[in-house]
């Protein structure tokens, strides 16, 4: 069928390869005796072992067929001892948070035994968020919590309608502006295999290049999907179903736990215990976050308490997942899971440490005191070293509401809503939630005394 083919490249014998660039394939020709031609006949391919051998001393290589190959190889972030590379993570904090939100209304998850626990972290993130742009967003949605999810929002009746607007009403609402999310949007589509077996679906393409009306004139038996793709930077993984959103969350937890006060401690570890509890979802990290969560007896009193007892409980997470991972070969593969932080990392924080080679694990002996300097320095000021927050310092005025927002504590010469964003923004967390009881409060004595005039 393709003789012209084979003849313009003097194919005589099967399996024949050549090596050259792809131009000239598209419009070239070969013929062996021709001298300084750019197509080479590869002449020792017996093998994979051979034609490897033959390639790395083409191409001055040192491949093996060990090696792996990664998806994401290019952009991944190297040198994993560079603590720097944490102020890359600051976009992957704003990613989970916008992620974590649309799971929350993707999964109608808003209840009314979930919506305290919810307002209780969004308070967190208004006033401890690393990411200014994201304290703005939270607190908007903050400030109109009672109107986008009224209490009777949950009575069987009004239930549907409230649903159904839901969503449209929450298109203005984007908790870390218009930016977040940055991904871009890819065609998946599956078609039947031309297999004896039906159900039998393939997954047929996942790139940019599987353009639709391509795929439509081609096969009138595929389905469609579209999925958004987020851009992680820090929280990158080799494949593309590896990191990501968990990481980033991660990282927002530890980047708050080190911003909040020693007053705000325990408040915010019952925020962060609550909001994990009540919306990842993931049903086994929950249930195991959780445990370690109820296993907290004596109140948090300072920073340090929590921001340590994140550590090691993410510490307890890596230990457990590193055996399963190593087991079932479900991790990254240039990502695995180690005791953090390594001592390439942090020098100061290992005072001993001792391998089990067998398991792969160590047991570290730690100075606490080097941690949390640690911690205090590479989740709070790092983290947001690089961090340009393009949306806020478009125009003058934008740059005055931000400052208005992170300054200002006049609340009184300014309107509610002013008042509430700012008192939102500037006021501390344990402040903050006693604002919002308070708020509450006085919602229900004018419900109340509204219900006794009816009467
Ligand atoms: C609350 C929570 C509970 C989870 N529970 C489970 C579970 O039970 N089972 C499961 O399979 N998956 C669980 N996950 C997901 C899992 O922990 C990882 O997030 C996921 O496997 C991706 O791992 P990663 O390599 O990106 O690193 P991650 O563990 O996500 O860590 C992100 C980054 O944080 C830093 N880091 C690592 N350890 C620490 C530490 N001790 N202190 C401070 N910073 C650290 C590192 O820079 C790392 O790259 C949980 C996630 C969360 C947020």
Known sequence: MNTNLCDRFSVGHYPMLLWGPPPKFASGKWDPKQEKSEIQSIDDARTADHLLNWINKRIGSSFSLGDEKYENENTLLRND???????????????ATAGAFDIILEHKMIKSDTRAPLIKFFQLLVTHHPSKRCRRGSAEILINFDNLWPSDLFSVDSQETNILQERDRLKSYLICGKEVPRGYWVWF?????VDPNPAKLIWGCASVLCEKPFLKSKNNNHQEKRKRTIFW????????DTRGFSCGLWVLLHSLSVRVTDGES????????????NFFICEECRRHFNDMCSSVSVPFKTTRDLSLWLWSTHNKVNERLMKEE???????????????????????CHLSSISNNR???????????????????????????SYKDAS???????????????????AVAVPLGAAMAIAFASCAFGALACFWRTQQKNRKYSHQLHSLKNI
């Not at 408040?267 to 909001?275: G, Q």
């Open 392 to 410: 806020l310092s478009r125009n003058r005025s934008d740059e005055l509401v931000a400052d208005d927002i992170t300054t200002s504590t006049n």
């Open 189 to 193: 589509s599956a078609w039947l295999q």
């Open 233 to 240: 930077i820090f929280c990158r993984g080799s494949k593309n």
């Open 359 to 385: 398991t792969g694990t160590s047991q570290v002996d730690w100075n606490e005191d080097e941690v949390f300097k640690f911690l205090v320095q590479y989740y709070g000021k790092t983290l947001v070293s």
């Open 266 to 277: 325990h408040l915010a570890f019952t925020a962060i215990c609550d909001f994990i509890h």
């Open 326 to 348: 190593r087991a079932l070969k479900t991790g990254d593969p240039r990502f695995p899971k180690v005791i953090w932080p390594p001592e390439k990392l942090c020098p100061s």
């Open 81 to 95: 001892s560079d603590p720097e590379q944490i102020a890359r993570a600051i976009y992957d904090v704003e990613e």
